[in-house]
């Protein structure tokens, strides 16, 4: 007879057969239950037991069968137990799911009425499959571009809302993995000359039951409940397995073109909600394993993310999820990295953040994730950590975008911080020996303001939400130009384009790694709603037919730019007369060509600052930012090749020639001028 294994988790294909395997410390029992096409319901329940693993050999399985698990064992939601053998689970290490949920008192393992009472409501007719894929695919010729940080430029954008109204994308894959494939999306991407696609959530995810009431959709995808599956509504091929195929061909495609592929992943939390949430997978297996609960009073779960429950990264169970879903799309998917939504929970083991939290050993020495890119959301609902994660990390860097919105804001006194964010934030960084590809900068993401938006919009306007306008960031540090909305007026147009033009600018010009949302390039808007996270229609989708042109050839300009002038990518930090004999220097001046002194820096009338970069052997360039009001006259420092040009302006009529000694820029506007090697 062949014994079954206990390790790996879910299914695995053994000399015997298809193995299933499943960790719980609390259940009584294990049942794996397949589904034949007419709906029958077979059960096998896993006899065998090694530690807290039941396993066994499942006799009907094969490629295609559509699965879930029952776990029998104590109902104490007190104790915080809660397991319930009348609900289907889903299998936490599923590699493919089928269909959705229908919401309603078969999905909860309580009693909606009497939280405290077991609902005994067979949940098989509501719930969603689970499906054995076949894990062959053809990679031949497939290499991870591993674009060193300080070559990358991220695009953070939507499997869905980037191809949905593509008009060269075939309507028959719009919004889908093998749209975002096609030959029209990569081109797009090369021609504007990212390096780095990252993707919203597209982990499997749950279509939340409160917006469904309301018609609305969960668009962004923060509510995971697969860690292994791709999700099945971006499959052109269907939900039936396919959709692994397809997304693995997406990366090799994407690869092909030189492009990376970093997923924006959600292990913070899952779609199970608190006490009174549903129960779908892991609150039926095993919460205290899975779920942090609140110490003396287990019926409740601590919650640092908001959503009602935090994964419990102190216990091995649930951190052993997440080390082997990060391998399984690094060595199954190929995927180039990771954008770890609210990090900062995953560094919480006994309720504080800790840079030497397991989950962050865990990563450090692990060699599967070693070649990857590692970028952390430094916070959570109960604190700002940027800063604090080891080497070998990328930060997204709130304070850059905070920093840059302001002092194109023409806020006072703000130029100290503004220098500090172009030059890589060494005062965030610089102390614990990182270097400013710790920092991922950006002005705008997905969750506030397109920039568009931000330069159109003083208020936000999420009507569309069914929330009043009372969900969403209410300080955007945003403005409208001198009207909100859509205008005619040209006088506003005008200052509006420049001023996103300032944006980009400082972003693509600054050290560190940039991230721009994507559709920016195109002045993609969303109407002021800056917390779309609901709307999976044309609020959110791009916009290709009323696409911006000219924004689009000025930021491709500067990527282009950006990606061939090393003097724009210091990978040290090295500034100051101190440096000067360094491969890379920047230097920090006044208007007037002199350095700042102490109290320059908190000049509440001061808005104008100029930088200078240099590397060995190459191109230098001055960039010279104006905030204020009116127009400044620059002296421009002397060029440490050949005579200044033009090589960029927010003013259209900015003009340069000759040797130039002096130069004026205009209200609000950016100069950057290069001297070639």
């Excluded at 399985?61 to 029998?72: E, F, K, L, S």
């Excluded at 649930?318 to 929970?345: C, H, K, P, Q």
């Excluded at 791009?542 to 061939?564: G, K, M």
């Excluded at 009529?653 to 004026?664: A, N, P, Y």
């Amino acid at each position: 007879m062949t014994r079954s294994l206990p390790y790996p988790l879910g299914f695995s294909v053994i000399d015997g057969g298809y193995n299933f395997a499943l960790s719980s410390e609390t259940a009584d029992a294990v049942y794996v239950c397949t589904f034949d096409e007419d709906g029958t319901e077979t059960r096998t329940r896993l006899e065998e037991r090694t530690g807290h693993v039941f396993h066994g050999l499942v006799d009907d399985a094969r490629v295609g069968t559509r699965y879930g698990i029952r776990v029998d064992g104590p109902w104490e939601p007190a104790a915080g137990l809660r397991h319930n053998v009348a609900k289907l689970l889903l299998d936490p290490h599923a590699t493919a799911i089928e269909g959705g949920y229908d919401w309603g008192q078969a999905v909860f393992g309580h009693d909606m009425n009497e939280p405290e009472d077991r609902d005994d409501t067979d949940s098989a007719d509501a719930t969603p499959r689970c499906i054995i894929t076949d894990p062959s695919f053809d990679w031949s010729g497939d290499v991870a571009p591993r674009t060193p940080l300080a070559e990358t430029v991220v695009y953070e954008t939507h499997v869905k809302g980037f191809t949905q109204l593509h008009p060269d994308v075939p309507e028959d894959i719009r919004g889908t993995y093998a749209g975002l494939a096609h030959p029209a999306a990569i081109k797009h991407f090369t021609d504007l000359g990212v390096t780095a696609v990252e993707l919203l959530p597209v982990q499997q995810f749950v279509q939340d039951s409160h917006l469904e009431e309301k018609d609305l959709r969960n668009y962004w995808g923060y509510n995971s409940i697969g860690f292994f599956a791709p999700h099945n509504e971006y499959a052109a091929a269907g939900d039936g397995g396919g959709q692994v195929a397809e997304f693995k061909q997406m990366v090799k495609d994407l690869h092909a073109a030189g492009l990376e592929v970093i997923l924006d992943v959600v292990y913070n939390h899952t779609a199970e909600g608190n006490h009174m949430g549903p129960t779908l997978s892991f609150k039926g297996i095993d919460n205290a394993a899975y779920y942090r609960l609140v110490e003396g009073d287990e019926g409740n779960y601590f919650d640092t993310t908001g959503t009602g429950n935090s994964l419990n990264v102190s216990h091995p169970t649930a951190l052993g999820l997440i080390m082997n879903s990060l391998r399984y799309w690094v060595t199954e998917m190929r995927v180039d990295g990771f954008r770890f939504d609210l990090a900062t929970t995953l560094t919480r083991q006994g309720g504080d953040a800790e840079i030497h939290s397991a989950f962050l050993t865990l990563i450090q020495q692990d060699p599967v994730l070693a070649p990857v890119k590692m970028i952390a959301e430094p916070w959570d609902t109960a604190g700002y950590q940027v800063g604090g994660f080891p080497a070998g990390w990328s930060e997204w860097n709130g304070k850059f975008r905070d920093d840059v919105r302001d002092f194109w804001n023409s806020t006072d006194a703000v130029l100290g911080t503004l220098a500090q964010r172009v030059l890589g934030s060494p005062d965030v960084y610089e102390a614990s020996r990182r270097s400013p590809v710790s920092s991922v900068n950006f002005i705008t993401a997905h969750d506030g303001f397109t920039l568009a938006d931000l330069t159109a919009y003083a208020e936000k306007h999420n009507e569309a939400n069914g929330e009043d306008n009372n969900d969403g960031e209410s300080d955007n540090k945003s403005t409208n130009g001198g009207a909100e909305g859509a205008t005619d007026d040209e006088a506003i147009v005008e200052r509006r384009d420049r001023k996103r033009r300032n944006l980009l600018a400082t972003l693509l010009l600054s050290a560190g790694v940039p991230m721009m949302l994507g559709g920016d390039e195109i002045g993609r808007s969303q109407g002021g709603n800056n917390n779309a996270y609901c709307q999976d229609n044309e609020i959110s989708w791009f916009d290709w037919e009323n696409a911006d042109h000219d924004l689009l050839a000025f930021t491709t300009s500067l990527i282009e730019l950006r990606r061939s002038s090393p003097a724009l990518r210091p990978t040290w930090f090295r500034h100051g007369p101190e440096s000067a004999e360094s491969v890379h220097t920047v230097r920090v001046l006044r208007a007037d060509n002199e350095g700042f002194a102490d109290e320059d820096w908190e000049n509440p009338d001061a808005r104008s600052i100029a930088f200078v970069f240099e590397h060995e052997g190459a191109d230098a360039f001055a960039l010279l930012l104006n905030a204020a009001d009116n127009g400044v006259e620059f002296t421009v420092p002397a060029a440490p090749h050949a005579e200044w040009e033009l090589a960029a302006s927010s003013d259209a009529d900015q003009t340069v020639e000759g040797d130039v000694t002096t130069l004026i820029v205009r209200d609000e506007s950016f100069t950057l001028l290069r001297s070639r090697a």
